[in-house]
């Protein structure tokens, strides 16, 4: 691997091989959403804990203090809103020489396997990995399933993610399943694990980030359950320990309730 690209890869994954990437792109389809309304202000106590954050340009410029960040990902597939026809029917929105000028560590982009759009997002794909493979930069590929979450089961994630993979991904983002260990088998990429719409219960998510990384997962790029939680800094550490230091779900739990008694609750609902 050339040292470029083994360089922002070491970036985004620490050296104990685990990364906690924090998402907030969630505008670029859904508008305004709940808790990230003004990212600046949701993102303030919880960058610290964050390996990197996973944006659009737009945000980025408006949110995001360029002398006071942690490396980021780009998002750089869209095009289509929650209003729309459809979710899938995505392009790329940004050029390399954009990619170039923000000084990105790495970019991302969603393909919809199995849908009307399957070809067309795989070829985004495979365009990005094309101009972005000749000046070093990681391509992560999230394997998006747009309003169907049924869909995600082991042997559909499988597939996506290891169609991600042959086609150049250097990380491919998917969801957590039950038997993920077949999700990771068949992935010849690191993987790591979007939240989805937000668990009932803080044990459901330290259970699933535990499962998902004993069975293979490098980390988490997890954002609902943690900006719209009532208490997201006592979510994200918790979190962090999980990812980071090896905590069981049991241990995040205690983590999460010692913070979250010496906190004071979010507004936001
Ligand atoms: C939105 C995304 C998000 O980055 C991804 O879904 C992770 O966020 P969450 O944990 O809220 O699902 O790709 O398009």
Redesign the pocket.
């Known amino acids: 691997m050339d040292w470029g690209m083994e360089n922002r890869l070491a970036q985004i994954i620490k050296p104990d091989g685990k990364c906690f990437f924090l998402?907030i792109?969630?505008g670029y389809f859904q508008g305004p959403t709940s808790c990230l309304e003004k990212p600046q202000e949701t993102i303030k106590p919880l960058l610290q804990y964050a390996d990197a954050l996973?944006v659009t340009r737009g945000v980025l410029r408006s949110a995001i203090d360029p002398a006071k960040t942690k490396p980021v990902i780009l998002r750089v597939s869209g095009g289509t809103s929650m209003v729309g026809e459809s979710l899938e029917n995505e392009m790329l929105t940004t050029s390399i020489e954009e990619i170039l000028r923000l000084n990105v560590t790495a970019v991302g982009l969603?393909v919809f396997i199995g849908t009307k759009y399957e070809k067309q997002t795989l070829k985004n794909l495979t365009d990005l990995v094309n101009m972005c493979e000749n000046y070093g930069i990681p391509v992560m590929a999230?394997t998006a399933v747009g309003r169907e979450l049924e869909k995600r089961d082991a042997r559909y994630l499988a597939l996506c993610c290891r169609i991600a993979a042959e086609l150049g991904a250097r990380v491919v983002k998917t969801y957590w399943c039950e038997d993920f260990d077949k999700v990771t088998r068949g992935c010849p990429v690191p993987i790591v694990m979007?939240?989805?719409p937000k668990c009932k219960t803080e044990i459901d998510v330290f259970n699933f980030v535990h499962d998902g990384i004993e069975k293979g997962a490098i980390g988490i790029?997890?954002?609902?359950?943690v900006w719209q939680h009532q208490y997201p800094v006592a979510m994200m550490r918790a979190l962090h320990a999980v990812v980071h230091k090896k905590a069981t779900p049991e241990d995040a739990n205690d983590l999460f309730n010692e913070i979250k008694s010496k906190s004071e609750p979010q507004e936001c609902k």
Do not use: I
């Open positions: 998402p792109d969630h996973f969603s999230v979007a939240g989805g790029n997890l954002g609902r359950n």
